[in-house]
């Protein structure tokens, strides 16, 4: 169900910890979203990253099709034939600079593309590197949040998922059409440049309906997912909350994003680290392949979380 009434979402000050941990537990364990300040994304990289965001949907059929990704399920190119008004791009892993590369290179963005600000590839690369900390960043802070020191532990060597989205809202016939169904993301969090421009962004509350998210010019929202929800059920006496969400049509305009998921362990399995297992907190969930888990979501239609009681 959906409503007219808008959310404020909780803020948490990257620049205030660890002042902040009691905040950012309640926003993980309540709603799963929430936004973030003094995150260090430069203003300007982060809008010159916009501007090539939107040329990128400019190029070719024929160079777009290119961003061919085999590592992950649904990765790849998404055209505006399998979604009706989402065009997407993605990089596999933003962790690798391989990875950013290769995307660039398959794009002709290496020299080919320019913009005012520059070379495209060289604005992408810089981008995705910096919202790659931030992501780590956030992870790490939400899992202290709910009474884990993480010691050795580090996110730095999981894949992170990158997605850049072009929402091809036109007319006022398209007001109220869903741009992406309900879904929680399947990774751990993930972390999203909103277009501060044009809203959409809709969250479900406690009571199971939908509210609208106004865009704020300088943060960054992010969303707990599945693996999240799975992984931190067996590492605290907290549990986060996976976020259902969804993009709908509010204005007659075209809208981006770009969205960064922090996935799973590098080898793809999805099941509690050993340091954090011990007789008080025994393990809850069988092992499972991330990749597996988000094709049965495509399969069964259950895209919303509904399918983890299973494991």
């Given amino acids: ?85 989402l065009e997407s791009f993605s990089i596999y892993d933003a962790s690798s600079m391989t990875d950013i590369r290769s995307f660039c290179s398959l794009l002709d963005t290496t020299t080919q593309q320019r913009c005012d600000h520059g070379v495209y590839s060289e604005i992408i690369s810089a981008y995705i590197e910096k919202l790659h900390d931030v992501v ?77 998210i106004d865009p704020v010019p300088g943060t960054l929202i992010v969303n707990i997912g599945d693996v999240g929800k799975v992984m931190v059920k067996v590492w605290s006496n907290g549990r986060l909350q996976n976020a259902k969400h969804r993009v709908i049509c509010k204005d007659a305009k075209s809208r981006i994003s770009i969205n960064m998921f922090l996935l799973a362990a590098k080898d793809d399995r999805v099941e509690p680290e050993a340091i954090f297992v011990d007789s008080e907190h025994p393990r809850i969930y069988q092992t499972f392949i991330l990749n597996e888990y988000r094709k049965l979501r495509d399969t069964s239609g259950f895209r919303a979380g509904e399918i983890l009681p299973l494991l």
């Fill in 1 to 85: 169900m959906s409503t007219d009434h808008k959310l404020v979402l909780p803020v948490i000050d990257l620049a205030n910890f660890p002042k902040e941990l009691e905040k950012l537990a309640a926003a993980a364990t309540g709603l799963g979203c929430f936004r973030i300040v003094n995150h260090g994304m430069p203003p300007m990289l982060t809008e010159e990253m916009k501007v090539v965001t939107r040329s990128l949907f400019n190029l070719p059929a024929e160079a777009r099709l290119r961003n061919v990704n085999d590592n992950i399920h649904s990765g790849g190119y998404i055209s505006l034939s399998e979604l009706r008004f």
């Fill in 136 to 212: 780590i960043n956030i992870a790490g802070k939400v899992v202290e949040s709910v009474g884990y020191n993480l010691g050795g532990f580090s996110f730095d060597e999981w894949p992170c998922l990158a997605r850049l989205n072009f929402f091809d809202f036109k007319v006022e016939e398209d007001i109220g059409c869903i741009g992406i169904p309900t879904h929680t993301d399947s990774g751990f969090l993930s972390v999203l440049q909103e277009d501060v421009c044009v809203g959409g962004l809709e969250i479900m509350n406690s009571d199971g309906n939908f509210v609208s």
